[in-house]
């Protein structure tokens, strides 16, 4: 089941790699190396953060549907098909786990040997900022 979660997010990256992630208008590439891969860590943190908030108003706010079915249905996809957790904290560890290993590999089928963090970090952030886009209210 890792495998599939791993093609769902591959398969989710390719339509976001020729967008800019929102860290690139912070973060630009004129800036020295070391001052770019620490603003885009930065930039990832932020983005980490604010992914851990909403995945904990989604957890209160599945917790508030009165549907027993639905809280087993929710919980079931969680546990069985992604081998996660309904415990938002857990969420957000394995979706960061996920999104390291897409993002590397996204880097290693491009070919190119340079601007390896840097490339891996704006891709979080894309990965990152689709989630939140799907958990906004």
Same mark, same amino acid.
């Given at each position: ?101 897409? +993002? ?18 704006? +891709? ?9 886009e799907q958990l906004r209210p």
């Open positions: 089941m890792r495998t599939c979660l791993h093609l769902l997010l591959a398969a989710s990256l390719v339509p976001l790699l020729p967008l800019q992630a929102p860290a690139a208008e912070v973060c630009t590439p004129s800036e020295s190396t070391v001052a770019e891969t620490r603003c885009v860590m930065e930039a990832l943190q932020a983005k980490d953060r604010e992914m851990e908030k909403a995945l904990v108003r989604v957890a209160s706010e599945a917790r508030q549907v009165p549907s027993e079915t639905f809280q087993t249905l929710w919980r079931d996809n969680l546990t069985d098909f992604y081998k996660t957790s309904a415990d938002p904290s857990e969420q957000a560890r394995a979706f960061r786990a996920e999104r390291r290993k897409v +993002c590397a590999y996204a880097k290693s089928v491009s070919f190119q040997g340079t601007g390896y963090g840097i490339f891996t970090t704006r +891709c979080e952030l894309a990965l990152t900022q689709t989630l939140l």
